[in-house]
Protein backbone atom coordinates (compact mmCIF):
# COMPACT_ATOMS: atom_id res chain seq x y z
CA UNK A 1 0.00 0.00 0.00
CA UNK A 2 1.44 3.62 -1.07
CA UNK A 3 2.75 5.94 1.76
CA UNK A 4 2.89 9.71 1.14
CA UNK A 5 5.51 12.10 2.29
CA UNK A 6 5.93 15.26 2.63
CA UNK A 7 9.76 16.30 3.53
CA UNK A 8 9.53 19.79 4.06
CA UNK A 9 6.85 19.45 6.87
CA UNK A 10 7.92 16.16 7.50
CA UNK A 11 4.40 14.68 7.12
CA UNK A 12 3.98 11.22 6.51
CA UNK A 13 0.91 9.84 5.50
CA UNK A 14 -0.08 5.98 5.39
CA UNK A 15 -3.90 5.92 5.22
CA UNK A 16 -5.00 4.85 1.64
CA UNK A 17 -7.61 6.80 1.62
CA UNK A 18 -6.21 10.41 2.90
CA UNK A 19 -3.28 9.28 0.40
CA UNK A 20 -6.32 9.34 -2.32
CA UNK A 21 -7.46 12.43 -1.23
CA UNK A 22 -4.36 14.13 -1.44
CA UNK A 23 -3.19 13.19 -4.47
CA UNK A 24 -6.97 13.39 -5.89
CA UNK A 25 -6.41 17.14 -5.02
CA UNK A 26 -3.55 17.06 -7.39
CA UNK A 27 -5.16 15.90 -9.99
CA UNK A 28 -2.79 12.63 -9.46
CA UNK A 29 -4.97 9.10 -9.50
CA UNK A 30 -3.98 6.66 -7.21
CA UNK A 31 -5.84 3.42 -7.01
CA UNK A 32 -5.68 -0.08 -5.16
CA UNK A 33 -5.44 -3.39 -7.52
CA UNK A 34 -5.52 -6.63 -6.81
CA UNK A 35 -1.67 -7.58 -7.68
CA UNK A 36 -2.51 -10.81 -6.91
CA UNK A 37 -1.40 -13.06 -9.58
CA UNK A 38 0.79 -15.79 -9.15
CA UNK A 39 3.90 -15.32 -11.30
CA UNK A 40 6.66 -17.52 -11.27
CA UNK A 41 10.10 -15.87 -11.22
CA UNK A 42 10.58 -16.57 -14.63
CA UNK A 43 7.34 -14.93 -15.55
CA UNK A 44 7.77 -13.11 -19.17
CA UNK A 45 6.27 -9.85 -20.12
CA UNK A 46 3.33 -11.24 -22.14
CA UNK A 47 2.77 -13.73 -18.94
CA UNK A 48 2.29 -10.49 -16.80
CA UNK A 49 0.28 -8.47 -19.25
CA UNK A 50 -2.05 -11.98 -19.96
CA UNK A 51 -2.20 -12.26 -16.31
CA UNK A 52 -3.52 -9.00 -15.59
CA UNK A 53 -5.27 -8.63 -18.68
CA UNK A 54 -8.88 -8.98 -17.16
CA UNK A 55 -8.12 -5.54 -15.37
CA UNK A 56 -6.12 -3.73 -18.10
CA UNK A 57 -8.65 -4.04 -20.77
CA UNK A 58 -11.27 -1.97 -19.37
CA UNK A 59 -9.02 0.76 -18.11
CA UNK A 60 -7.44 0.81 -21.34
CA UNK A 61 -10.58 0.92 -23.24
CA UNK A 62 -11.79 3.67 -20.84
CA UNK A 63 -9.04 6.09 -20.70
CA UNK A 64 -8.28 5.66 -24.66
CA UNK A 65 -5.00 3.97 -24.07
CA UNK A 66 -3.45 1.95 -26.84
CA UNK A 67 -0.29 -0.26 -25.85
CA UNK A 68 1.30 -1.36 -22.31
CA UNK A 69 4.60 -3.16 -21.75
CA UNK A 70 5.90 -4.00 -18.48
CA UNK A 71 9.35 -3.02 -16.94
CA UNK A 72 11.26 -5.13 -14.60
CA UNK A 73 14.30 -3.09 -12.95
CA UNK A 74 16.57 -4.76 -10.25
CA UNK A 75 19.94 -5.20 -9.28
CA UNK A 76 20.98 -7.31 -11.94
CA UNK A 77 19.38 -5.32 -14.65
CA UNK A 78 22.24 -4.61 -17.39
CA UNK A 79 22.63 0.12 -17.49
CA UNK A 80 21.45 0.23 -14.46
CA UNK A 81 23.03 3.27 -13.69
CA UNK A 82 22.00 4.80 -16.77
CA UNK A 83 18.41 3.75 -16.13
CA UNK A 84 18.53 4.86 -12.35
CA UNK A 85 20.05 8.72 -13.69
CA UNK A 86 17.28 8.72 -16.55
CA UNK A 87 14.59 8.43 -14.24
CA UNK A 88 15.74 9.99 -11.31
CA UNK A 89 15.92 13.55 -13.63
CA UNK A 90 12.47 15.68 -12.96
CA UNK A 91 10.84 15.24 -16.17
CA UNK A 92 7.37 15.96 -17.65
CA UNK A 93 5.28 13.79 -20.52
CA UNK A 94 3.50 15.10 -23.03
CA UNK A 95 0.80 12.36 -22.08
CA UNK A 96 -0.15 10.67 -18.86
CA UNK A 97 1.93 8.56 -17.06
CA UNK A 98 0.19 5.56 -16.14
CA UNK A 99 1.78 2.53 -14.05
CA UNK A 100 0.43 -0.57 -11.95
CA UNK A 101 2.95 -1.81 -9.83
CA UNK A 102 3.05 -5.72 -9.83
CA UNK A 103 6.01 -6.58 -7.56
CA UNK A 104 8.89 -4.93 -5.86
CA UNK A 105 8.30 -1.22 -5.14
CA UNK A 106 9.45 2.63 -6.43
CA UNK A 107 9.51 6.33 -5.63
CA UNK A 108 7.30 8.68 -7.16
CA UNK A 109 8.05 12.35 -6.37
CA UNK A 110 6.07 15.25 -7.75
CA UNK A 111 6.66 19.06 -8.06
CA UNK A 112 3.98 21.19 -7.86
CA UNK A 113 5.11 24.72 -8.69
CA UNK A 114 2.37 27.18 -7.25
CA UNK A 115 2.47 29.89 -4.06
CA UNK A 116 3.58 26.42 -1.89
CA UNK A 117 6.11 24.88 -4.66
CA UNK A 118 5.59 21.48 -3.27
CA UNK A 119 7.17 18.48 -3.13
CA UNK A 120 6.05 15.12 -2.08
CA UNK A 121 6.87 11.47 -2.95
CA UNK A 122 4.95 8.39 -3.09
CA UNK A 123 6.29 5.17 -2.28
CA UNK A 124 4.61 2.77 -4.42
CA UNK A 125 4.41 -1.28 -3.97
CA UNK A 126 2.41 -4.27 -5.45
CA UNK A 127 -1.33 -3.40 -6.27
CA UNK A 128 -0.76 0.50 -6.77
CA UNK A 129 -2.14 2.25 -9.47
CA UNK A 130 -0.59 5.82 -10.55
CA UNK A 131 -1.70 7.80 -13.04
CA UNK A 132 0.41 11.11 -13.34
CA UNK A 133 -1.33 13.90 -15.44
CA UNK A 134 0.56 15.04 -18.65
CA UNK A 135 2.93 17.91 -18.01
CA UNK A 136 3.30 17.30 -14.32
CA UNK A 137 6.72 17.71 -13.06
CA UNK A 138 7.70 14.65 -11.37
CA UNK A 139 10.41 11.69 -11.48
CA UNK A 140 11.03 8.34 -9.85
CA UNK A 141 13.53 6.53 -7.57
CA UNK A 142 14.08 2.74 -8.12
CA UNK A 143 14.95 2.66 -4.40
CA UNK A 144 17.99 0.48 -3.14
CA UNK A 145 18.55 -2.27 -3.85
CA UNK A 146 16.49 -1.85 -7.15
CA UNK A 147 13.76 -3.87 -7.33
CA UNK A 148 10.38 -3.19 -9.52
CA UNK A 149 8.01 -4.87 -11.64
CA UNK A 150 5.73 -2.27 -13.36
CA UNK A 151 2.85 -2.53 -16.05
CA UNK A 152 2.90 1.02 -18.37
CA UNK A 153 0.09 1.77 -20.21
CA UNK A 154 0.34 4.71 -23.11
CA UNK A 155 -1.81 6.28 -25.42
CA UNK A 156 1.36 7.13 -28.08
CA UNK A 157 2.62 3.90 -29.31
CA UNK A 158 6.25 5.79 -28.78
CA UNK A 159 6.36 5.12 -25.18
CA UNK A 160 8.28 6.48 -22.06
CA UNK A 161 9.59 9.72 -22.97
CA UNK A 162 10.77 12.27 -20.75
CA UNK A 163 10.55 15.88 -21.53
CA UNK A 164 13.26 17.13 -18.55
CA UNK A 165 13.23 20.55 -16.86
CA UNK A 166 17.46 20.51 -16.20
CA UNK A 167 15.77 22.27 -12.35
CA UNK A 168 17.54 20.58 -10.44
CA UNK A 169 15.10 19.83 -7.49
CA UNK A 170 15.61 16.15 -7.89
CA UNK A 171 19.10 16.31 -6.64
CA UNK A 172 17.65 17.95 -2.88
CA UNK A 173 15.35 14.63 -2.48
CA UNK A 174 15.25 11.51 -1.29
CA UNK A 175 12.89 9.40 0.70
Known amino acids: MATLRIPDTNVTIPDPSAVRQFLGARGIVYERWSADRDLLSGATNEHVLDAYSYLLKPLMGKGGYRTA?????????????????????????SEDEVRVFVEGQGFF????????????????????????????????????PPKVRAIRIFTDQAGWVPHYTNSGIDQRYRW
Request: glycine share 4%.
Open 69 to 93: DVISVDRDTPNLAEIREKFRREHTH
Open 109 to 144: WFHKEGRDDEVFALLCEQGDLISVPANTKHWFDLGD
